[in-house]
């Protein structure tokens, strides 16, 4: 694409990143949450493919890297929900406290939704590069 | 506690596919695999100490969590559901020899994907673990490397995939109506509409689509056939019952207008008997025993329209072993024979897989004491007037098309090499299962009804093979290329949406 | 103004229309697509109350939150399975050639 193109995405990017960060951590307390998170993570690295090229994407975010990430949180999520057993029932929310509307206050949420969103991103980028695979082009 | 079984398959999934980011599967992946597919075990015998018993994730109140449990109900779809996957588990660790990694990890998603399905109480939890499974099944059929699997794959996913959003539909009108989706809190609040008699009609249909039961049973025969071998088994076993779980759920909880199980009664017999008149025309041997699905879940479903939940409960667990055993069987022998043909297989120099073979098919036409008879009687007490003669006249018509395939079977034929050990054991396992099974639940022997049933069935076979009815090709309809795949589609889905207005229009006349 | 539950039934059937005419695989996926978007907008209708405010506590009236987060899962199903769709048929188009 043009150079017009590619310098406005380079430039956008990491704005998005910083828009899906404000998602995942505030998903408690404004709308938002894990999922919403993830996918616009996911567009500000397919936005780069479109804008870019396949080839030269793949050089900085790697698959296996990629993969790690969306295997590494999935078991994150399973993990912090066996270890409510321990306090009580399956997926029980074990760090109550915190005064009403603050950010501490949603005890196990914030993490479960970090962990979503970063499974979620990492697993639409790497459907992309997949399917990408097979037609390649620039 | 009963969560765990679901989670802790999940969580082996998740490392298997983590392992095999990094290349580590050929040391790793077949520990974790039979791990996480037998753990579940453990969880079902604690569970059993302390049964009936439900319990509501994370500690909540019924109206604002979700409710799983274990009671009469589930009990022996769960046992089906482990008993038939662990089996096809041990099969596939010969089966599969690359990508093992990624494979092992979508088979422990199907399996948590069923444990879910099968334990849950809240309609809105049953249907999103049914998609879990049905999505792995789909991944599943395409990895087969025969021709034309991947389109197999691509009917089963639109058609299953439009009857879970019509699913989803009819629960969203169940809940605009009572205000709850657990089946325990509908069943205390429950004043029947006629939306909600609506809402009944389009949830049954697309359970019966996605069981693959007669006027929608368009995708079955090739995605069950062209599956890999202990796919196909865990297909036909145990992935069309989880439908009949929920249709068992609605059942219960609401009271369904009589109009709708008269018509649903029509279906099954017609169900049952055009998937034995498909049975009889049949060369390749795994198609012929995926119409022998179809004809069978018409059983089940008969058993539902007539009111009888014992019926459904113990023909689903009897066709589950059965039909796992003699897919698995079946898959011993294409894969030392290398070929798919009724005519090309024998089991003359196997005795293990004779007597194994033998016996399932014995099972499956209802003979005393196999399991299968136990639940047929179950059914038989409720039948009344004609519809009896019918049930026996079907009977027959079983046992015919199973003599057809043990008699291409016995003639001896050059055999190139022996099938594995480790398959030959487990459908022996499967064919004992089903004995040991029939003699737990108490099944009576009726010698002279049985005899009676084999002696008319011989006879049957043999005026049917004087007038070469086995010799009819049938040619297939539409072409092979992407056009054509795209007008199978088009035609299965105007008959779908044909026979829904129909159903509609008749379950309110 | 539009009814958001008369305007998901008609998304249905448009979608049931497309699969049921169309004789191109990827239009065949959309279709269903739209199918779902239809199946999303009909059961958020039905926790709509008129002028209300967003489910966030402390607030008098609120709309239903229960069939958003139910339609949130149903969208994220939607998703993995167009990805499968598309990638399915890359390889019968593979094969064929």
Redesign the interface.
Known sequence: MTLIVRTTTKLVSPFMVTYAAYLMLYGHLSPGGGFQAGVILAVSVILLITSHGYKRVKRKFRLKEVSLIESASAITVIMLAIAGIIFGSFFYNFLRGGEFGSLISGGIIPIFNIAIGLKVGAGFALLFYILLRWVESD | MI??MV?LP??FA??L??IS??KLDKKFAKPLFIAGSLIPWLFLLISLKSSPFY?????WSREGGIEIGLNDYNLYFLLAELIVFSAAALYSLKYFTNNTGKVYALLLLMHAGLIGSFISKDF?NYY?YM?IAS?SA??LV?ISEEKHA??A??KY??FS??A??LF??AI?II??KTGYLNAELIKENLIITKEIDIALVIAFISLILKAGIFPLYFWLPDAHAKAPNPISALLSGIVVKSPIYGMLLIHETFSVNANLMMLLRIIAFASVFFGIVLMILQRNVKRLLAYSTVSQMGYILLSLSINSTLGVIYYSFAHSLFKSGLFLSAGALIDSQKSKNLKKLTYRGEPLLMVSILGLSLAIGGISPFVGSYAKNIILKGLTDYWVYLFYIANVGTLTSFIKMNYYLAKPKEVKAKSRSLYKALSFIMMLLTLTFGIYFGAEIKLISDVLSIGIALILFVILKRFNVFEIELKPKFER???G???E??FY??MF?IVFLIFLLLSFF | MIDAEITGIILILIGLYGIITKSNLIKQILSLNILSIGVVLFFVGTGYVKGADIPIMPRAKVVDPLPATLMLTTLVVDVAITALALALILRIRGEEK
């Not at chain 2, 319990?55 to 500690?59: D, H, M, Q």
């Open positions: 969560s765990l989670a999940l969580l998740f490392f596919s983590l980011t990094f319990e509501i994730v994370g500690g809105f999103i998609e999505v789909f991944a395409g991947k389109t794959a691509f996913l639109i995939l439009l879970s959003y989803i539909f969203g809940y605009l290329s992407m056009k795949i795209a007008e589609i088009n889905a105007g949406g």
